[in-house]
């Protein structure tokens, strides 16, 4: 159960963090499905490494603040860097 509330908190801030970073960087944006969709790819991927390394899990019983601070904080950022790649390598086809 642990493990699945880490998981909905990374895909839940990566969308917000996927949606945030088009929105600062309007040129790298993708629309608000796509930037949703990787925003959520990006948040758990990022999120799931995260926990691999030990950040974020705390390997025992019950959620405390650090591991969800972490999880927000990793869903957010993976979901903002994988909209940047994507937004970055778009723009440089020129489509």
Known sequence: MQ???NLVIQLLSGALG???AGGLFRKLSLGTVLNSILGIVGGGLCGQFLNAV???DTGGP???VWSV???ILGGAVGGGVLIAIVGAIKKAFGR
């Open 69 to 71: 601070i972490a999880n």
């Open 54 to 56: 030990g950040f974020g």
């Open 3 to 5: 493990h699945t509330i």
């Open 62 to 64: 019950g959620t405390d």
């Open 18 to 20: 996927g949606n945030l």
